[in-house]
């Protein structure tokens, strides 16, 4: 039984830093894709950030130069370190991870399993 627990969300103001984390139980980061995505209202869930299954990173154009996604082995951790947040970054987070690699070429994993998701509030 793979479980994906995320912490770390919480309210700011614009301009200031969250960091969450995702800890994983039944699966180990490392091997498949991995990474971060957001969801608001109405909208489809969108990739943040991922490190594929041949360990490059990918950021969306959003928040590129602004957030950092790196993992701790030996805590088999995921972690998602958000600066400058915008109110635009106002969303429910998910850690999202694989079990296999994918057949063809993309940056972003395809979504085996999920994490139950953590609000961002960021207001101005």
């Known amino acids: 039984q793979v479980q994906l627990v995320e912490s770390g969300g919480g309210s700011v103001q614009a301009g200031e830093s969250l960091t969450l984390s995702c800890a994983a139980s039944?699966?180990?980061?490392?091997?498949?894709?991995r990474g971060w995505y957001r969801q608001v209202p109405g909208k489809e869930r969108e990739g943040i950030a991922v490190i594929d299954s041949n360990g490059r990173i990918h950021y969306a154009g959003s928040v590129e130069g602004r957030f950092t996604i790196s993992q701790d082995s030996a805590a088999n951790t995921l972690s998602l370190q958000m600066n400058n947040l915008e109110p635009e970054d106002t969303a429910v987070y998910y850690c999202?991870?694989?079990?296999?690699?994918?057949?063809?070429?993309?940056?972003?994993?395809?979504?085996?399993?999920w994490g139950q998701g953590t609000q961002v509030t960021v207001s101005s």
């Open positions: 039944g699966y180990t980061f490392g091997a498949y894709c």
């Open positions: 999202a991870a694989d079990s296999r690699r994918p057949f063809a070429f993309g940056a972003w994993c395809l979504g085996h399993h």
